[in-house]
């Protein structure tokens, strides 16, 4: 199963540390230095998690955070930043965040919190998939037992057929 | 369609501020004082949105969304609080909230913080449905397709069985 994610930072040292943390783990991992490019690329591929600096050159990046919620609603997002403050985390909240971690991050906490966050965007694909497989059997179970009490049976189901 | 709220406070005149404000937009609205009483109450009902206090008399209303997170998975929740606090902002990012609303609120941001909730509660459940019907149709026609390929005809398609 993939594990497609983005990260978003302007500062290209950050990218390679993370990069060099996830890939090994068996990470499929992009990196955006601007929110630009960061908005295109969600356009282009459905990511499983976005993780998102805080600060960005061109714009906050919890407008970021708003804009890749509107494209991939059901992809997990991250936000990281060293700059915490009350403001920057009740708009991660209000604008759907789905984790926040302050810099510095050890790799062992920060490779916990993608798994977890990981884990659960693929449960949640996964329950989807199960509600509908679900559904789908007992409407063939369904349609199989009105289908017995009404239909005549076809001639290859004749005893005559048969021999 | 159901539109099913649980809010906690320790504050009872809160609480009926709330359902006054509520009630007339046509939710229909559980209190709760204490967390042991919502919890009570989550395993007995499917809420839409749970509107959750940060300071409560038995435990943090941060541990309170853990637990209905837990029990009511697709349920959106609300925190409220007249406390704000980096930490316990950071904290409600993390245990999965939604919203995050700062007292005093007036009440027509509180309605509309509610509203939005409820439409995108009810969207997510929709767009689940939608997805199992799309599904169940692809499958259907495909198996009809295949059916009336190899499948005889009953007698009762027969051109003589018509006449």
């Not at 700059?83 to 926040?100: G, I, K, R, T, W």
């Not at 977890?116 to 007992?138: P, Y």
């Not at 009105?146 to 021999?163: D, F, I, Q, V, Y």
Request: some cysteine; proline content about 6%.
């Amino acid at each position: 199963m993939e594990k497609n994610i983005l990260i978003v930072d302007d500062d290209r040292r950050i990218l390679k540390s993370f990069k060099d943390i996830l890939e090994p783990e068996g990470y499929s991992v992009d990196t955006a230095e601007t929110a630009l490019e960061a908005v295109e690329k969600c356009r282009a591929r459905p990511y499983n998690l976005a993780i998102i600096d805080i600060k960005l050159r061109d714009v906050d990046g919890t407008d970021l955070l708003a804009q890749v919620h509107e494209i991939l609603p059901r992809a997990r997002k991250i936000m990281i930043t060293g700059y915490p403050s009350l403001e920057n985390a009740v708009d991660s909240v209000n604008l759907q965040a789905d984790a926040y971690i302050i810099k510095p991050v050890n790799p062992d906490t920060f490779l916990k919190v993608v798994a977890e966050s990981m884990d659960k965007q693929l449960e949640a694909e996964q329950m989807t998939e199960d509600k509908v497989v679900g559904w789908v059997e007992s409407r063939y179970d369904e349609t199989r037992r009105n289908r017995s009490k009404r239909k005549p049976m076809g001639p290859e189901l004749l005893p005559n057929a048969e021999e």
